[in-house]
């Protein structure tokens, strides 16, 4: 057996560990075997080293986003070939397929190909949070996306995306605008730039009492928005009353990245979670689901990043290269001390800037 070094984690709560013994992948069907060149650090990998979510095997090899190189193609592969650079978000929790380490697998359907416009440590922040933001706004909220190159007609429709200035809010500010949405972006006052950056029209204060917030939703919208997407986790209750007291919408919608808390929303609203984490779980119907859908939204997102219509966020770059500079960004993200997205260089591969 070949094996090959990485992080691993041995059970959950454990340090993360680096090893050289982690058997190297072979890919199957449609797959690719993928060199990790840059990890884009998560919220959800602290999360799975510390309570084990959604991990299939112990000892754990963990990753969730990743830009990198492809080294070998398997049988049918019609997208991608020896020497092309892919990046997106892992199979989170299934030890072939995560970047915390040299090669792991991916499904050529779903990874985005690299183009010459965008950097490894760029293309490493896309991830999780576009297509997050994708199952959040286009399955969850029924808004299609244009044909690149295309400018739909400009909506008189607000979306509300709670907490704008995250690494999922970033990016489905960016997806409702180019949607031809007026975009309307939560954030805490000192990030109220990073929404406004990514094209939302105006903000507000994520910290305010609920009743001020649902306040300015009015102001600013003058009740015209159905659909509230929330990207913080931390907006149930200000979603669901300002789509019940502020919306004049008759058909209302509120999608959230909380997949885990009990919900009691009312049934004139439209409810969706995002559940990203099930990608490639194909065993599962919900997996399968998402995973389709996925395959579906991706060559159309993929060309828009060609064209700039949806661009990479701004990250910070972990100050050296390897898994133990990974782990340094891993214990950053878990203290609390990340102000924006953590990108790694792992991969001894050229890395164009
Ligand atoms: N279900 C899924 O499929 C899925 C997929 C990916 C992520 N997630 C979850 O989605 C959430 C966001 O992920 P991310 O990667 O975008 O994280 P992130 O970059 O850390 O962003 C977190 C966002 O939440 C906001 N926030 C934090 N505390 C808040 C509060 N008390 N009130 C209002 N806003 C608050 C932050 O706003 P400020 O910084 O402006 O204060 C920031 O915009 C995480 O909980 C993550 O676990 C779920």
Redesign the pocket.
């Known amino acids: 057996m070949t094996t090959q070094s990485g992080i691993t984690v041995e059970s959950p709560g454990k340090p993360w560990t680096i090893v050289s013994s982690i058997p190297r992948p072979s890919p199957g069907k449609k797959q690719a075997l993928v060199r990790s060149v840059v990890v884009g650090l ?3 990998d602290p ?1 799975q080293q510390q309570y084990g979510i959604l991990v299939d095997e112990w000892p754990a090899v963990l990753g969730s986003d990743f830009a990198g190189l492809v080294l070998e193609v398997g049988e049918g592969c019609t997208k991608l070939k020896t020497g092309d650079y892919v990046f997106s978000c892992a199979f989170i929790g299934q030890n072939r397929y995560t970047p915390l380490q040299e090669n792991f697998l991916v499904d050529e359907d779903l990874v985005f190909k690299k183009d010459e416009g965008t950097s490894l440590q760029g293309g490493s922040t896309f991830g ?2 576009l297509l ?1 933001a994708s ?1 959040g706004l286009l399955a969850g909220t029924g808004i299609t996306l244009p044909a690149p190159g295309t400018t739909p007609p400009k909506k008189e429709d607000w979306i509300i995306i ?8 970033q990016f489905a500010v960016q997806l409702a605008k180019l949607c031809g949405y007026n975009v309307l972006a ?3 006052p000192s ?1 109220a730039s990073i929404p406004i950056r990514q094209g939302a029209t105006t903000t507000f204060d ?2 305010a009492a609920l009743e001020q917030q649902i306040a300015e939703i009015k102001k600013v919208t003058g009740g015209a928005f159905a659909r509230v997407f929330d ?5 149930y209750d200000l979603a669901i009353n300002a789509l019940e007291s502020a919306s004049e919408a008759p058909v209302k919608y509120f999608s959230s ?3 885990w808390s009990p919900f009691n929303t009312p049934s004139t609203i439209k409810e969706y ?5 099930h990608l490639g779980r194909y065993d599962e119907d919900l997996g399968a689901t998402v995973s389709k859908q996925i395959a579906e939204w991706i060559p159309n997102l993929e060309e828009h990043i060609k064209h700039g219509s949806i661009k990479a966020i701004d990250y910070e770059l972990v100050e050296g290269l390897g898994w133990e500079k990974a782990i340094e960004g891993l214990e950053k993200l878990t203290d609390g001390k990340a102000t924006r ?1 953590l990108a790694v260089v792992v991969g001894t591969e050229a890395v164009q800037s």
Not at 162 to 169: A, I
Not at 231 to 235: K, R
Request: charged share 20%; proline share 3%; hydrophobic share 35%.
């Open positions: 998560n919220p959800v999360m999780a949070g997050t199952l709670l907490g704008g200035s995250g690494t999922v809010g939560s954030s805490s990030k994520s910290r990207a913080s986790a931390a907006g990245v909380d997949d979670r995002a559940e990203l984490g997205k």
